[in-house]
């Protein structure tokens, strides 16, 4: 492809709404970084997404900043528009546009990509499975606990529930349909930095669940960045977290934390499956400078004891403000308190997308193969009904 900005640096473009920024959408964003070499990434507005898809879970402000959180992105346009254009791309002086390989449309049912796939200026990464903002939201609505089952169970997909959220993967959709993660080391290599701390470093630990992973966590962790030159953080496993948390937490389980921190530009390196008490031997092992937590409650080890015990004993241990009161519980009472709205989303996401998928199925019997009037009139209907 012959480079539209005139040099040999490729300039990558990306769009969405970005809400509840998880793995997928961070892994999405690595593989369109890895065509080229700088990554420009606009987000919608909240009029925009509520007006094709439904309302966002997060403010556009708190998904600005979470998509600049995310290690591969070198620029965010804010307030791109839904549908993305020619004019977008030369105005940002992209070569292309990256997506995943599922359908984005307008409320008019309409392919948000299909001037510039007609421009030869569209390039497709695979969508990651087994996650998604629709998958999460079902999670915190209907309280499912079989995203970290154990045992025999802890890989079967689940197979409950679907009907109003598609939830899992007996949805309709296959796109919204949610299919079981599975964890590999490929993932957390690609993932990791991979770089060990450099001689005279000043190595930062922190520990918790980092579920959801949200603009809270995003503070903090720039916040705990600036007392040292590394950053580690602890997280603890699904029973730990769900012993202090109760409920259905954590929402997401380890492997999908592990890749979510990690995906995090401040953090160096995560401990998976990190003890609740830091011990001697974990700070000794990592060499560790410093301890920091933040102005959230302390809970008190199974044992009743100060699980900070020891970093205080050596005078290593601080707590640090990150000036963002947003947590995991308050992401969950604002779903909770739309429900009706997000369960109405994601029914329609989900009947738009089987239509299209259905309208592909189709283009593939004929020999002309499928444009957009096909998909926009196997919309039509669909879209009146909602």
């Given at each position: 492809m012959k480079l539209q900005n005139g040099d040999s640096t490729v300039r990558v473009w990306c769009d969405g709404c970005y809400d509840m920024v998880h793995f997928g959408h961070a892994n999405s964003l690595r593989q369109a970084k890895a065509l080229g070499h700088v990554l420009i990434v606009g987000?919608?507005?909240?009029?925009?997404?509520?007006?094709?898809?439904?309302?966002?879970v997060f403010t556009q402000e708190e998904r600005y900043k979470m998509v600049k959180g995310i290690k591969w992105v070198d620029?965010?346009?804010?307030?791109?528009?839904?549908?993305?254009?020619?004019?977008?791309?030369?105005?940002?002086n992209c070569d292309f546009c990256v997506h995943g390989d599922d359908i984005t449309m307008t409320a008019d049912g309409v392919d948000t990509y299909h001037l510039v796939k007609t421009a030869g200026r569209y390039k497709e990464v695979q969508r990651t499975a087994g996650v998604s903002t629709t998958d999460l939201v079902g999670r915190m609505l209907l309280l499912t606990r079989q995203h970290f089952r154990r045992g025999a169970l802890e890989y079967d997909v689940g197979k409950?529930?679907?009907?109003?959220?598609?939830?899992?993967?007996?949805?309709?959709?296959?796109?919204?349909?949610?299919s079981q993660f599975l964890p590999t080391t490929q993932k957390i290599i690609q993932f990791?930095?991979?770089?060990?701390?450099?001689?005279?470093?000043?190595?930062?630990?922190?520990?918790?669940?980092?579920?959801?992973?949200?603009?809270?966590?995003?503070?903090?962790?720039?916040?705990?960045?600036?007392?040292?030159?590394?950053?580690?953080?602890?997280?603890?496993?699904?029973?730990?977290?769900?012993?202090?948390?109760?409920?259905?937490?954590?929402?997401?389980?380890?492997h999908e934390r592990v890749l979510s921190v990690l995906a995090c530009k401040y953090v160096s390196e995560v401990v998976i499956g990190a003890p609740y008490s830091v011990t001697s031997d974990l700070m000794d092992h990592f060499r560790v400078d410093m301890v920091i937590h933040g102005h959230t409650p302390i809970m008190p080890d199974i044992d009743g004891s100060d699980p900070y015990t020891e970093p205080k004993r050596q005078d290593k241990f601080v707590l640090v403000d990150s000036n963002n009161d947003m947590t995991t519980d308050k992401i969950v009472e604002r779903i909770i308190r739309n429900r009706l709205e997000f369960e109405e989303r994601n029914l329609k996401k989900e009947r738009k997308e089987l239509a299209a998928y259905e309208a592909l199925n189709k283009s593939k019997l004929t020999?002309?193969?499928?444009?957009?009037?096909?998909?926009?009139?196997?919309?039509?209907?669909?879209?009146?009904?909602?």
């Open positions: 987000v919608h507005t909240d009029e925009e997404i509520a007006k094709h898809k439904g309302p966002p620029e965010v346009i804010e307030g791109a528009p839904y549908v993305t254009t020619l004019e977008t791309l030369d105005k940002y409950e529930h679907s009907s109003k959220l598609g939830q899992d993967s007996s949805a309709r959709s296959p796109w919204t349909g949610c990791s930095d991979g770089k060990p701390p450099k001689p005279g470093d000043k190595v930062v630990y922190v520990a918790g669940a980092f579920d959801l992973f949200h603009v809270g966590h995003l503070d903090f962790l720039e916040a705990a960045s600036k007392h040292g030159d590394y950053l580690i953080v602890g997280l603890h496993t699904d029973p730990v977290v769900n012993r202090y948390k109760g409920s259905n937490y954590p929402i997401m389980n380890l020999p002309n193969g499928m444009d957009m009037h096909v998909i926009r009139v196997g919309l039509g209907n669909i879209e009146k009904d909602c």
